[in-house]
């Protein structure tokens, strides 16, 4: 047992930071506004918080102001900010040769692929660079579609494998309908997740047991011979981190198996340490044919992405060319990132250390809010993984905000926590408990302490 969760503060706030420049974070401000474009956002509407530096778990704003950073950014700073080993490295890179492309071999491109094959599940041990999650997870579907000659998809609502053009069609959630044409072979199927069960479950025996039925169910009426791969976070992220229940995953290579379906792993948010192993697809005791990573990998330092290959798909392309690839593949500052960060991750034991923090510290204080708060529908994750579903009314689990949306009582709980010093992360009506993996324990001891005060105010909005 680490510790328990208790009144511990969050140091002083306004401690400066040498890096904090007032004048040039409101220039900043002021040309962000003027001619940056920001992702899923109405434009007018914003209004970005300037970061100008950050430390471990921690960013200050342009005032000098420190949040502590619950969120990871978007779940990838998972060694936390500025860690001085993989910077160093970067430099160090960056001094030696900046770039080169992709049909070259060069030493930071090749000890990556070695470090992250070693790690891999089964003989995942061929390594397709890209430069980030979304291609990743394109590329993968293309590999699948070249190697069994099949084109549909099959992945899961509430689910969320990125923004380019196949990969936000492949994702289940409200983020793909605005970009959804129909003319991707995408075809989407319900997961398990027994706090809104599609199946009339009351157990996860039963949950798991009818989900695979009606997974192998449309299959069948889809016609196997069409499909050519199935996409699964192994752990879903952004949709609700929902953990598969006993027998789920297991069946879901079974059936793959059976019908000769490829069966990929996105491991781009719940992979390097975040869920308390390597890969979440470990806690089930199951080999995908092709699994993505981007994020955790390298912290987000420098963009990079990939595609861990089976040796049956990898030899599809032994003696015809594989028709893909990127000018950055396998960037020699990007890999040269992820070499340390593995290396920093295995030399501190920052992948044991956010299994114990999940067991003994995050697991039991989500346990105590929700028996304390009346707000709380379901708490649940893993590592450093977790999330806290907010509903109005426990007995009919009315959202605290609709599904695809926001609400202002949300967006109340939201400015709630960062008035008191925490970055959360957010989505519909969720608050997502993912510092970084190596956080330490008395901070992470007392952002969980905010996060309990805020959920006072959740409870004035439940009944």
Same mark, same amino acid.
């Given at each position: 047992?680490?510790?328990?969760?208790?009144? @511990?503060?969050?140091?002083?706030?306004?401690?400066?930071?040498?890096?904090?420049?007032?004048?040039?974070?409101?220039?900043?401000?002021?040309?962000?506004?003027?001619?940056?474009?920001?992702?899923?956002?109405?434009?007018?509407?914003?209004?970005?918080?300037?970061?100008?530096?950050?430390?471990?778990?921690?960013?200050?704003?342009?005032?000098?102001?420190?949040?502590?950073? +619950?969120?990871?950014?978007?779940?990838?700073? &998972?060694?936390?900010?500025?860690?001085?080993?993989?910077?160093?490295?970067?430099?160090?890179?960056?001094?030696?040769?900046?770039?080169?492309?992709?049909?070259?071999?060069n030493e930071a491109r090749s000890e990556a692929a070695r470090l992250i094959a070693e790690r891999t599940p089964g003989e995942l041990n061929k390594i397709f660079f890209t430069n980030g999650g979304a291609d990743a997870n394109e590329h993968a579907v293309r590999m699948a579609r070249l190697h069994t000659g099949r084109q549909k998809v099959l992945s899961a609502y509430r689910s969320y494998h990125g923004g380019t053009q196949l990969a936000v069609n492949i994702t289940g959630d409200p983020r793909r309908w605005a &970009?959804?044409?129909?003319?991707?072979?995408?075809?989407?199927? +319900?997961?398990?997740?027994?706090?809104?069960?599609?199946?009339?479950?009351?157990?996860?025996?039963?949950?798991?047991?009818?989900?695979?039925?009606?997974?192998?169910?449309?299959?069948?009426?889809e016609g196997a011979a069409t499909i050519a791969a199935l996409m699964l976070e192994s752990i879903p992220g952004s949709a609700g981190i929902y953990v598969p229940p006993a027998g789920y995953m297991q069946g879901v290579r079974e059936l793959c198996t059976k019908?000769?379906?490829?069966?990929?792993?996105?491991?781009?948010?719940?992979? +390097?340490?975040?869920?308390?192993?390597?890969?979440? $697809?470990?806690? +089930?005791?199951?080999?995908?044919?092709?699994?993505?990573?981007?994020?955790? @990998?390298?912290?987000?330092?420098?963009?990079?992405?990939? $595609?861990?290959?089976?040796?049956?798909?990898?030899?599809?392309?032994?003696?015809?060319?594989?028709?893909?690839?990127?000018?950055?593949?396998?960037?020699?500052?990007?890999?040269?990132?992820?070499?340390?960060?593995? &290396?920093?991750?295995?030399?501190?034991?920052? $992948?044991?250390?956010?299994?114990?923090?999940?067991?003994?510290?995050?697991?039991?204080?989500?346990?105590?809010?929700?028996?304390?708060?009346?707000?709380?529908?379901?708490?649940?994750?893993?590592?450093?993984?977790?999330?806290?579903?907010?509903?109005?009314?426990?007995?009919?689990?009315?959202?605290?905000?609709?599904?695809?949306?926001?609400?202002?009582?949300?967006?109340?709980?939201?400015?709630?926590?960062?008035?008191?010093?925490?970055?959360?992360?957010?989505?519909?009506?969720?608050?997502?408990? @993912?510092?970084?993996? &190596?956080?330490?324990?008395?901070?992470?001891?007392?952002?969980?302490?905010?996060?309990?005060?805020?959920?006072?105010?959740?409870?004035?909005?439940?009944?």
């Amino acid at each position: 047992m680490i510790s328990t969760i208790d009144s @511990v503060l969050l140091p002083e706030r306004t401690e400066p930071h040498p890096a904090v420049d007032t004048a040039a974070a409101r220039r900043a401000y002021e040309l962000d506004r003027k001619h940056v474009f920001h992702s899923w956002s109405a434009q007018e509407l914003l209004d970005p918080m300037v970061i100008s530096a950050a430390e471990g778990s921690y960013v200050w704003d342009g005032e000098g102001t420190r949040y502590l950073d +619950f969120s990871s950014q978007l779940v990838n700073t &998972n060694i936390g900010h500025q860690h001085p080993a993989v910077v160093a490295a970067i430099a160090a890179q960056a001094a030696k040769l900046c770039t080169i492309a992709p049909s070259y071999a060069n030493e930071a491109r090749s000890e990556a692929a070695r470090l992250i094959a070693e790690r891999t599940p089964g003989e995942l041990n061929k390594i397709f660079f890209t430069n980030g999650g979304a291609d990743a997870n394109e590329h993968a579907v293309r590999m699948a579609r070249l190697h069994t000659g099949r084109q549909k998809v099959l992945s899961a609502y509430r689910s969320y494998h990125g923004g380019t053009q196949l990969a936000v069609n492949i994702t289940g959630d409200p983020r793909r309908w605005a &970009n959804d044409t129909a003319s991707t072979g995408t075809v989407h199927f +319900f997961p398990p997740y027994l706090y809104r069960t599609a199946f009339h479950s009351t157990t996860e025996a039963e949950e798991s047991q009818r989900a695979l039925q009606h997974l192998e169910q449309l299959i069948v009426l889809e016609g196997a011979a069409t499909i050519a791969a199935l996409m699964l976070e192994s752990i879903p992220g952004s949709a609700g981190i929902y953990v598969p229940p006993a027998g789920y995953m297991q069946g879901v290579r079974e059936l793959c198996t059976k019908y000769g379906i490829m069966f990929i792993a996105d491991e781009v948010m719940a992979g +390097f340490g975040r869920t308390g192993k390597w890969f979440a $697809v470990e806690h +089930f005791d199951v080999v995908p044919d092709l699994l993505t990573f981007a994020k955790g @990998v390298n912290s987000g330092y420098v963009p990079l992405g990939g $595609v861990a290959i089976s040796p049956e798909i990898a030899a599809t392309f032994a003696t015809k060319p594989y028709p893909g690839g990127l000018t950055y593949s396998g960037h020699p500052l990007a890999t040269a990132a992820a070499v340390a960060t593995i &290396n920093a991750m295995e030399k501190e034991g920052i $992948v044991d250390h956010a299994a114990a923090l999940g067991d003994d510290i995050i697991g039991p204080a989500l346990a105590g809010f929700a028996a304390r708060h009346k707000s709380v529908g379901e708490v649940r994750g893993t590592g450093v993984f977790w999330a806290i579903e907010l509903v109005k009314d426990r007995a009919t689990r009315e959202p605290l905000a609709p599904y695809g949306a926001s609400s202002p009582e949300m967006n109340q709980l939201i400015a709630a926590c960062k008035s008191r010093g925490l970055i959360p992360f957010a989505n519909f009506n969720r608050i997502h408990v @993912v510092p970084p993996c &190596n956080i330490s324990v008395e901070d992470l001891v007392a952002g969980l302490a905010i996060l309990d005060e805020v959920l006072d105010i959740a409870d004035t909005f439940a009944v």
